[in-house]
């Protein structure tokens, strides 16, 4: 382009008046605003007084913006008061939800080689099913009703610290730091308790439907652990052992076969037609150790698949946290 048409452009764009009607302001008086703009950065201009103090321009005071700013608005918003925190929180029945979710897969797995192993006792031929009427029930309420009541405690912990926080005037790091702190707790020995008891109560489940299913176990035995010891088990289930009853009665008030307690290691044995019982003398203290081991690796997993979920709620909750 010639230097005509560059100078005419510049100027076309650049005139203080065509600026000035861009921004929706009138023209300067006596033709002062036909001239074309400087950049500031080139000339040192001193300020008048009242100067410097950008304005929200014309759109800003057309929607009625206060000027100059309110210095109260520029203020940090005040931390969440108790009651805007604890209805941040997911629902305690949503976050159940998704716990008992995420560990239905570590019940169906327990569930399954127990299964297996009631079927090559009783010497039959047994698929696991997890549609099984007596299997899905089991998973349905008394596995989930367990989880809910640990996942009750959990937040209701969580609700403790909260408060607590709040009334020594804690932000929201130190909010959420006591909230890790209940999780911590909760994914730590809680963890291994809750793992042992669940892990033995869906094995034992699974087997005590097995053994009726087989049509061929009229009778269950209590079997205590091998290396049954009442300093590390309570004492509460010896009087149990080598107890027998009938399939489908219970060997006491409400119990049809273990745990009788926390991390009760105690399991059920088919008896036979005719009092024959599966496991005596050493091949009992075989048996009973083998199946000892196997629940040993079945508790890691399901403790593995606990604190895996409980991170997760851990994380729903820090979020709605730190959103409130």
């Not at 023209?27 to 605003?33: R, V």
């Not at 805007?84 to 995420?102: D, H, N, T, Y």
């Not at 109560?201 to 091998?226: C, D, M, Q």
Request: charged share 25%.
């Amino acid at each position: 382009q010639s230097r005509e048409a560059l100078d005419a452009g510049f100027t076309r764009i650049a005139v203080v008046d065509e600026a000035r009607a861009r921004l929706g302001m009138p023209p300067l008086p006596d033709g002062a605003g036909q001239v074309r703009q400087v950049p500031v950065t080139i000339l040192e201009i001193p300020l008048g007084e009242g100067e410097g103090q950008v304005g929200p321009g014309p759109a800003a005071t057309a929607r009625g913006a206060d000027w100059p700013p309110d210095e109260t608005k520029q203020r940090r918003r005040k931390p969440p008061t108790l009651a805007e925190l604890l209805r941040a929180l997911p629902p305690e029945g949503e976050l159940a939800i998704m716990l008992v979710r995420r560990l239905l897969g570590a019940y169906e797995a327990v569930m399954e080689g127990r299964w297996a192993q009631a079927a090559l006792e009783a010497g039959v031929e047994a698929a696991f099913d997890v549609a099984h009427p007596e299997v899905a029930r089991f998973l349905r309420e008394e596995a989930g009703s367990r989880i809910r009541g640990i996942d009750a405690t959990t937040l209701d912990a969580v609700r403790r610290e909260l408060s607590e926080g709040v009334g020594a005037g804690e932000g929201i790091p130190d909010l959420a730091r006591r909230v890790s702190s209940v999780f911590e707790d909760a994914k730590g020995p809680r963890a291994a308790v809750i793992a042992r008891t669940e892990t033995l109560h869906a094995s034992n489940r699974a087997a005590f439907i097995a053994y009726g299913e087989s049509g061929v176990v009229p009778k269950l035995e209590w079997l205590l652990a091998p290396d049954y010891t009442p300093e590390v088990d309570g004492g509460e289930c010896e009087p149990f052992d080598g107890r027998i009853v009938e399939y489908g009665q219970e060997f006491a008030p409400g119990v049809a076969f273990p745990p009788l307690h926390p991390q009760c290691r105690c399991t059920i044995a088919p008896v036979f037609e005719g009092g024959r019982r599966l496991f005596e003398g050493e091949r009992r203290k075989a048996h009973g150790t083998a199946l000892g081991r196997a629940h040993a690796r079945m508790e890691r997993m399901f403790g593995n698949a606990l604190r895996r979920a409980l991170q997760e709620e851990q994380n729903a909750v820090l979020r709605a946290l730190r959103s409130a």
